[in-house]
Every structure is written in structure tokens, then in C-alpha cells.
């Protein structure tokens, strides 16, 4: 597991709630403490669209960051910082399977149940871990390192400034 302490809290909520950045990823579930506790599941509710607009939202299961930063960018604005957030991000289908094809792993996609990025603040600290589910035993860490390797990329192409813990 690849755990990071961000350095740069400021700039990293920046690209959180204001930039791209994590656009791409889906939003597995999400909390933040401020004057209330507030807990979100970030699974799709497919009574609230029609069968228009699930159609083109395709077979997944989660509401992405894009449609839902929004959302939590007026919940977190205003002159106090929270006491605690956590957002558990996922990893969309076919970024898994570039990852699996790019480096030439041994697991089929379909054992994998997910690659995640879980971003946590507490206690005046950010911190982002990388998980890895898969559906099937195996010892093969393969697939976790690769998933970190693709992470720490990320974040530094991105420009985000953090440490290693």
C-alpha cells in the first residue's frame, strides 16, 4: 500500500474541487465533518434519471468526481476548514485494464474489483493511500505495485507535492 502525506494542502484542494484533475475518477463514497457529519454514497441512484440518461451513463455503478465536486465544494467553502473529510475514489474500468495491458500483468480485468485512492484529512493532515481489491487468492503483488507505480506518476505530473510515509 502506497501511503502519502501531501505537502502542499492548499494546491492539492485546489485540483481537488476546482480543477480536473481527479475528474476521471468515480466516487465510491464520500464524508466530511463540519458543523454536521455527512456521509455519501457514491453509488449511481438509477430511479433518479431516465432511461435516456442512464443509457448513456453505461453500466457503471458509481457517480464520477466531475459530476459530483460540486457538490462538495459548497459544502467544504467558508472561513473554517473542516474537522475531517474522506473521499474513496475507484479507479474507472478502463484505466484498470491500461494499467493490466501497459504492464503486462498476469491477472485477468475481470478479477480485478478495484483500484482505489483514498484521500483522508484529519487532524490538519492529507493524507492519500492507494488499495487494490481483486476477486481471486492470490500471493502476486504484481498488480499493487503496478497500481502504485501509476499513482505516483499521476501526482507528479500533476504537480502535486507530497511525501512518501
Not at 37 to 47: F, P, S, V
Not at 87 to 93: D, E, G, Q, R
Not at 108 to 122: M, Q, T, W
Not at 130 to 156: C, H, I, M, P
Request: with cysteine; charged share 25%; aromatic share 12%.
Amino acid at each position: 500500500m502506497l501511503s502519502m502525506k501531501i505537502t502542499n494542502v492548499k494546491s492539492f484542494m485546489n485540483q481537488l474541487l476546482r480543477e480536473d484533475t481527479f475528474d476521471h475518477f468515480l466516487l465510491c463514497e464520500a464524508s466530511l465533518k463540519t458543523n454536521v457529519t455527512c456521509h455519501i454514497d457514491g453509488k449511481i441512484n438509477e430511479d433518479y434519471y431516465t432511461g435516456e440518461e442512464r443509457q448513456m451513463m453505461g453500466a457503471r455503478r458509481y457517480a464520477t468526481w466531475a459530476e459530483e465536486k460540486a457538490l462538495f465544494f459548497q459544502m467544504l467553502k467558508g472561513k473554517k476548514l473542516p474537522v475531517a473529510f474522506r473521499f474513496v475514489f475507484l479507479l474507472p474500468p478502463s484505466d484498470v485494464e491500461r494499467i493490466v495491458m501497459q504492464d503486462n500483468l498476469a491477472i485477468s480485468v475481470s478479477d480485478i474489483a478495484g483500484l482505489y485512492l483514498n484521500i483522508l484529512y484529519d487532524n490538519d493532515v492529507l493524507t492519500c493511500t492507494s488499495g487494490t481489491s481483486v476477486s481471486v487468492f492470490t500471493l502476486d503483488r504484481t498488480l499493487e505495485f503496478a497500481w502504485e507505480a501509476d499513482l505516483l506518476r499521476f501526482f507528479k505530473g500533476k504537480g502535486l507535492e507530497f511525501e512518501e510515509l
